[in-house]
């Protein structure tokens, strides 16, 4: 991690570090928005347990179904706030809160 911070020329925070900068801890989330669902992306969902998970329902489907060879699918992920109810499966465009809208323009799914 040290040699990665020197290249990147400051420290990598964990997923709590990060937050608490800003007075913040996974809890006090209360929307997050996908715009796709690699692991790099999902992997701390299951720590915001007051959250929304805003996701286009073709990138929904294609997580429990990826290509082969795409090792950055992970269901298991999203497995725990899917069984929570927490996620928003969104078709097309969508407005989450006033002024903050998803627009579908895929690209990691097919």
Avoid: W
């Amino acid at each position: 991690a040290e040699d990665r911070e020197a290249d990147l020329g400051g420290k990598i925070h964990t997923f709590e570090e990060g937050l608490a900068k800003f007075g913040l801890k996974p809890e006090d989330i209360d929307s997050v928005v996908h715009t796709h669902l690699h692991n790099d992306h999902c992997e701390n969902d299951y720590k915001c347990t007051n959250a929304k998970f805003y996701v286009h329902r073709k990138e929904l489907d294609h997580v429990h179904d990826p290509h082969p060879l795409d090792f950055r699918y992970l269901e298991d992920y999203g497995e725990d706030v899917e069984e929570a109810g927490q996620v928003v499966a969104v078709d097309g465009d969508y407005e989450v809160a006033p002024g903050i809208r998803m627009m579908h323009t895929p690209v990691h799914t097919p």
